[in-house]
């Protein structure tokens, strides 16, 4: 019974930051890989970025690279997604997603998933 917990969500005009938090509770959190996902309005839900097992390796896709970082606290069950420099684009609710696999970040490997939360850039 894997349960997350996102939070740090907000507004925030363009060229802010924010960051967000995930708390997992349950589950294997320490030995599988984590992610971020986000939806925007009208768009299919696509992956952010992602972590391994220990934080190792990282994945961040082409349309965040340079301004998101992802991070993960083991000891606390927690992963983290510290967001620089927003545009207007990515407005989304974002997700917090615990795989099954210590490296794998396909989609089909996350098998958990928190309720998400909403930011919202404006220009």
């Known amino acids: 019974q894997v349960q997350l917990v996102e939070s740090g969500g907000g507004l925030v005009q363009a060229g802010g930051s924010l960051r967000l938090s995930c708390a997992a509770s349950?589950?294997?959190?320490?030995?599988?890989?984590m992610g971020w996902f986000r939806q925007a309005p009208g768009k299919e839900r696509t992956i952010v970025a992602g972590?391994?097992?220990?934080?190792?390796?990282?994945y961040y896709a082409d349309s965040v690279k340079g301004r998101f970082t992802i991070s993960r606290d083991n000891a606390k069950n927690t992963v983290y997604l510290q967001m620089n420099s927003l545009k207007p684009e990515d407005t989304a609710v974002y997700y917090c997603?615990?795989?099954?696999?210590?490296?794998?970040?396909?989609?089909?490997?996350?098998?958990?998933w928190g309720r998400g939360t909403q930011v919202t850039v404006s220009s």
């Open positions: 349950g589950g294997s959190f320490s030995s599988v890989a």
């Open positions: 972590i391994n097992w220990n934080g190792g390796s990282t």
């Open positions: 997603a615990q795989g099954r696999y210590p490296d794998y970040y396909g989609a089909r490997a996350f098998g958990s």
